[in-house]
């Protein structure tokens, strides 16, 4: 996964840090939710965390070491990169746990680059 703010190279592209690991939760139901700009967006999975992620950012379901490139992953793993596309918070009673809810959908562009 790769999160943080998106920076730009000098021909735009988009630049990304390197991917690392999350504990998290995905549930796979197909929804609706709005976005910021009170357009409707298709949600593929739902993913519950206790890490901040930023919208934009790409979730791959498995461990680091799936994704080709990075360790013994192949092109024929069918695996599913999903990107971010609405963020939630919730807070406990006592303020002590955060839920953060991650709505995302399938990613379906090329991945930014790395510095």
């Not at 592209?13 to 967006?41: F, H, L, T």
């Not at 930023?54 to 599913?80: A, N, Q, R």
């Not at 596309?85 to 746990?97: F, N």
């Amino acid at each position: 996964m790769s999160a943080g703010y998106p920076q730009t190279n000098i021909e735009g592209e988009v630049v990304v840090g390197p991917p690392y690991q999350i504990q998290c939760r995905w549930i796979w139901k197909r929804s609706q939710a709005m976005d910021s700009q009170g357009n409707v967006q298709a949600i593929d999975v739902t993913v519950i965390t206790a890490q901040e992620v930023f919208v934009g950012s790409k979730l791959l379901l498995g461990v680091l070491e799936d994704w080709v490139g990075t360790g013994t992953g192949t092109d024929e793993d069918g695996m599913e990169m999903m990107e971010v596309v609405s963020y939630d918070e919730t807070p406990d009673e006592k303020r002590q746990c955060v839920r953060r809810q991650l709505a995302c959908k399938k990613f379906r562009g090329n991945l930014p680059t790395m510095p």
